[in-house]
């Protein structure tokens, strides 16, 4: 390839992704489909604009190397605790559900024994991009279906680890595992396999070892320097020779990233780490989906485009019914188990990964895995039209409730109108009419008004972020407005659109966490509240009185840990965005308050220790007087 070549491929992929991407986005499809869909113009089958791509795929699935080395770093034990129900329990059963299900439809359909299981294992994966984002447009990012959804994408990233290793053996013909992991020659081909199997652990054993010993004393040598650019290089350099070494021995570069993310993810570099190697992350990972865009065999769906969508239409129901089936076994409710089993209907990222990985594998034949490839980029494609098409048909439409009576507001101007009407709210709300303030309650639940009314309380329903109905609340005559709503995204343009057009009102918002608070302040929040802040606090200052602290003591701590966060929220306002200089600054920081936190509590410690001995003498002057 000469210089011009790849400058102009270069050209035609980055002007691909820049044009189609934001546009998917205007539309509501996602960057994955974006790049996808970039793919398709600029490939052999549409606009022939690139050659060959298989030069700049073997560069492109370097992206992939750095997904999983992120999606390592993510699996730290206590997160794997905390989600144990959902990553093994509701995604285990989702996977063997679906893998069954499909493969069982391909073995109907004719299919080998070894084909119908890698397809079914292959396709019971879905798309972490896709799944997220329409999770997060819809606001159930939080609730109980986004968090279920999310424990089955990380089992499925988790999978696809030891899917690398298992699928290779389900070749008719064998083949050599340097030749199945498609990622170069061994050192050790031709060796007994005993050698190959020593240093195949010796390897592991080294990136274990090496993570866990040798990487944190550089880095922090390394972050002494403070050159951003030296830690980038470090942590790139990191992925590269830890994939280099799985790749000398035969495994998938893939695999050892993912170990190196896990030994690393509780590190204190871990933060940074993602900061910087996310965007590499991102571009590549970018540039990987173009290429397999670019790569579709549109002559085959155009040849035969009944077969391609009736195997879409058919993979997204039979995973469909299986999620459905699975969340109903682990006792989510119809509606909860519906809306997972819609979201995670598709394909995902890595099928495509796999499919190219079995077909180098010899598993399936070259025109098996593109008509897959065809039909999981459609079913990725279908995802936020059926998306809509539920929400418009199901989530919208409540069982057994009508949309609540909307009640007049009353005459006169309200003290405070509070917008979310759940546990946070309602608290803040009764101490308010305890003290006399009139109040106007915002809620956009059906369900919470319905149960909420039957108690006596007055609420409207609506949307809070709509300005008509802001105004008929009494918004511009009004002297607080306390936004509590659980949608993070919601409450900040609820904020935004309180300042730009009520600016009489002083807004008290209701933070998710620290970078949900410091995205309120940043649109107009006069004050912000990490909804768990406070109630922490109380619940370390019961620790610390079980642990025998005095009240006294226990109370100080309280205040200065307070004090010190609240002046370090203001501080690390105006790098709030520069991750780099934000998690440095943090650290830092919390390093400060420790020792201004031990040095006052040895100082009181000592006080108090003075004042016993004191009163201890005073008591002996008296019974010797």
């Not at 570069?253 to 190196?260: E, M």
């Amino acid at each position: 390839m000469t210089a011009d070549s790849l400058l102009i491929q270069a050209l035609v992929y980055l002007a691909a992704g820049v044009v189609s991407v934001p546009i998917a986005k205007r539309l509501g499809l996602g960057s994955v489909l974006g790049y996808l869909i970039a793919g398709v113009l600029v490939g052999p089958f549409a606009l022939s604009l690139v050659g060959d791509q298989a030069d700049v795929m073997a560069f492109a699935e370097f992206g992939v190397v750095i997904l999983l080395f992120l999606i390592g770093l993510e699996v730290r034990p206590a997160l794997l605790w905390e989600m144990r129900t959902s990553i093994f329990g509701l995604g285990a059963a989702q996977m063997l559900a679906s893998a069954v299900v499909v493969g069982a439809i391909a073995l109907f359909l004719g299919a080998d024994w070894r084909v119908s299981l890698a397809v079914g294992l292959i396709l019971a994966l879905s798309s972490t991009a896709i799944v997220l984002q329409n999770l997060e447009e819809k606001g159930l990012r939080q609730g109980p279906v986004g968090q279920a959804a999310f424990g089955v994408l990380l089992f499925q990233d988790l999978a696809v680890i030891p899917l690398f290793a298992f699928l290779p053996l389900l070749a008719a013909t064998p083949v050599g595992v340097d030749a199945a992991a498609g990622h170069g020659h061994s050192i050790l081909a031709g060796q007994p396999e005993w050698v190959r199997i020593v240093a195949t652990f010796a390897a592991v054993a080294g990136v274990v070892i090496g993570g866990r010993y040798l990487t944190r004393p550089i880095f922090r040598f390394i972050a002494a320097a403070r050159l951003r650019e030296i830690f980038t290089a470090s942590a790139l350099l990191l992925v590269v020779g830890v994939a280099a070494l799985m790749e000398l021995v035969g495994l998938s570069p893939a695999l050892g990233a993912f170990l190196a993310g896990v030994v690393l993810a509780e590190s204190e570099f871990r933060r940074e780490l993602e900061t910087d190697i996310e965007p590499f992350r991102g571009l590549l990972l970018g540039l990987f989906f173009i290429t397999v865009g670019a790569g579709l065999n549109l002559g085959l769906v155009a040849a035969q485009p009944v077969l391609v969508i009736s195997l879409t239409v058919g993979l997204m129901t039979a995973k469909f019914a299986s999620m459905w089936a699975v969340g109903l076994i682990f006792r989510h409710s119809h509606r909860d188990a519906a809306t997972m089993a819609v979201s995670l209907a598709q394909g995902g990222e890595f099928c495509f990964v796999l499919l190219t990985f079995v077909a180098g594998a010899q598993v399936l034949s070259a025109q098996d895995a593109a008509l897959a490839t065809a039909v999981v980029a459609l079913s990725m494609a279908m995802t936020p039209v059926a998306f809509v098409l539920y929400e418009k048909l199901v989530l919208n439409r409540t069982t057994g409730l009508a949309e609540p009576e909307r009640l007049a507001f009353d005459d006169g101007a309200p003290d405070v109108i509070v917008a979310g009407f759940g546990r946070f709210g309602q608290i803040a709300t009764r101490l308010l009419t305890a003290n006399d303030f009139s109040v106007v309650l915002l809620d956009s639940s059906i369900e919470q008004i319905d149960t909420i009314r039957r108690f006596g309380w007055r609420v409207h329903y609506g949307d809070a972020t709509r300005l008509d109905l802001l105004r008929a609340a009494g918004a511009d005559k009004a002297k607080l407005l306390l936004v509590a709503i659980d949608d993070k995204d919601k409450a900040v343009e609820l904020v935004k659109a309180a300042t730009d057009y009520f600016p009489n009102l002083t807004i008290l918002a209701r933070a998710y966490d620290r970078r949900h608070a410091y995205e309120l302040v940043r649109v107009g929040g006069d004050e912000v509240v990490r909804e768990t802040f406070e109630s922490a606090m109380l619940f370390g200052k019961k620790a610390l009185l079980r642990l025998g602290l005095s009240d006294r003591r226990a109370n100080k701590a309280v205040t200065v840990f307070r004090e010190h966060d609240m002046a370090l929220f203001k501080k690390l306002a105006p790098v709030y965005g520069e991750e780099e200089q934000y998690a440095m600054a943090v650290r830092d920081s919390r390093e400060t308050m420790e020792k201004l936190l031990t040095e006052e509590m040895r100082r009181l410690s000592k006080e108090e220790a003075e004042e016993a001995d004191n009163d201890r003498a005073a008591k002996r002057r008296l019974e010797a007087g």
